[in-house]
C-alpha cells in the first residue's frame, strides 16, 4: 500500500505561480513513477505530468514549458511547479503513483487539491 498526501493548491491570479507537493509513504519501493492528473467538474482527468523513477518526465503538450516537475528522493516527494498560470489551469489536482501488480498497473490516488486561477 501506498499513500499519497498533496499539499500546496489555493488560489492565484492569472500570470502567477503556484508549487504542489505530494508525499508517498508506505510501499514507495513499488513505484515507478509519480504524476499529476487534474479534473474539472464534469469533465475526464487529463494527465498533466509524471516523473519515473529513473528521472525521465513527461508533459502534457499544452503545458510544456509551464509547468516542471521534479523530485525529492530522499523525501519521496514530487513537485509540481506551475508558472504561468491561466484560469482554465483551474482544477483539482491528483497526485498519483504508478505501480505494477503483476503485469498490469495500479495507480494510487491522493485526495486531491483544489487549484483556482482568477484572471
Known amino acids: 500500500q501506498v499513500e499519497l498526501v498533496e499539499s500546496g493548491g489555493g488560489s492565484v491570479q492569472a500570470g502567477g505561480s503556484m508549487r504542489l507537493s505530494c508525499t508517498a509513504s508506505g510501499n514507495t519501493a513499488s513505484l515507478k513513477a509519480l504524476g499529476w492528473y487534474r479534473q474539472v467538474p464534469g469533465n475526464s482527468g487529463d494527465l498533466v505530468a509524471y516523473i519515473t523513477t529513473g528521472g525521465s518526465t513527461y508533459y502534457a503538450d499544452s503545458l510544456k514549458g509551464r509547468f516542471t516537475i521534479s523530485r525529492d528522493t530522499a523525501k519521496n516527494t514530487t513537485y509540481l511547479q506551475m508558472n504561468g498560470l491561466k484560469p482554465e489551469d483551474t482544477a483539482v489536482y491528483y497526485c498519483?503513483?504508478?505501480?505494477?501488480?503483476?503485469?498490469?498497473?495500479?495507480?494510487?490516488w491522493g485526495q486531491g487539491t483544489q487549484v483556482t486561477v482568477s484572471s
Open positions: 498519483y503513483g504508478l505501480t505494477l501488480l503483476g503485469l498490469k498497473e495500479y495507480r494510487y
